[in-house]
């Protein structure tokens, strides 16, 4: 199983970093990645749902997946209007995200018999709306940084550091791991675990800041005594903590232990983006406001 996690690991790399190399080039930004954010966020609301279902909670699937893919495509509004965009960055995603949740009120009408599953049915759609296509605008608008000229390296950044945190979590819990960390929602994870995630997410943040950030942006490297990489390590990687445990406790609450078992090693679509998804609005906050 350790052998098949690692080689899936360093094949969703490589084509994580070949899309992301060939989308750095590219004349218009988000050509090549944003394809695969959309393939995400069907997959992972389509998780979701399977989620809500193991408790006979089943809102209308099809609104469900088309109105989380429109919350992520909105995203490409600004880029066709230009200067004359008469709703902004954030406003096409707001605007999709609107038109979803007034899709799915309809489509509940539609299907009303009696009472009792109305009201659960909504909230779960709503939860999808916001859980997958939300946030992975964060993803997307991280990308459009700037225009997109440091897009590419805010986002890998985002990975990086969200990855290298997991990993870290991971083997040092595994290691010297002793005092539990949340027992009832995640009994694996440790407090050494999460003190170790922590120090790789700032070892990641570093490298991230020092070598590929400038690579890829043609920028010097930052100062030695620029601690910004240290605090966007300390926040993503608490971020990403904070993703991980999120997802849990919804597969808790359900009843399931992956979100899906199509990826032996790593369970489902979701199971991958958790920490990614909760991180990506701090990471995109932190780029915007120049902490980093």
């Known amino acids: 199983m350790l052998v098949w996690r690692l080689s899936l690991g360093i094949l969703f790399i490589a084509v994580l970093a070949a899309l992301a190399w060939f989308d750095h080039d590219a004349s218009q930004p988000g050509i090549y990645l944003f394809p695969l954010a959309l393939l995400l966020s069907l997959a992972a609301s389509g ?4 989620l809500f279902a193991a408790r ?9 997946n088309f109105g989380n893919v429109m919350i992520v495509a909105s995203n490409l509004g600004p880029l066709f209007c230009g200067a004359d965009d008469p709703l ?37 759609a709503m939860l999808a709306f916001a ?9 997307v608008q991280l990308r459009l940084v700037d225009g997109g000229r440091v897009g590419v390296a805010a986002l890998l950044s985002l990975v990086i550091v969200v990855k290298m945190c997991d990993t870290g979590a991971y083997t040092v819990g595994r290691l010297i791991g002793r005092h539990k960390m949340a027992p009832v929602l995640s009994p694996k994870k440790t407090v050494e675990g999460a003190i170790g995630g922590l120090a790789f997410a700032c070892l990641g943040s570093w490298a991230a800041f020092q070598w590929m950030a400038p690579t890829v942006t043609l920028a010097s490297r930052p100062n030695a005594t620029d601690l910004g990489w240290l605090v966007y390590g300390l926040l993503i990687g608490a971020a990403g903590m904070l ?9 808790r609450d359900l009843g399931r232990k992956d979100s899906s078992t199509w990826m032996p090693g790593f369970g489902g679509v979701l199971d991958v983006l958790d920490s990614i998804l909760l991180a990506a609005p701090v990471a995109y906050l932190c780029w915007a406001f120049g902490l980093v």
């Not at 489509?107 to 009792?116: A, C, F, K, L, Q």
């Open 88 to 124: 902004g960055t954030f406003g096409w995603p707001s605007a999709a995200l609107a038109l979803a949740l007034l899709a799915t009120f309809a489509g509940e009408m539609s299907r009303y018999t009696t009472p009792g599953r109305v009201t659960e049915s909504l909230s779960a």
């Open 131 to 139: 859980y997958v296509g939300l946030l992975m605008t964060f993803v």
């Open 243 to 251: 993703g991980d445990l999120a997802e849990s406790l919804l597969k």
């Open 56 to 64: 006979e909670i089943r809102p209308v699937t099809w609104i469900v």
């Open 47 to 50: 998780e979701l749902l399977g």
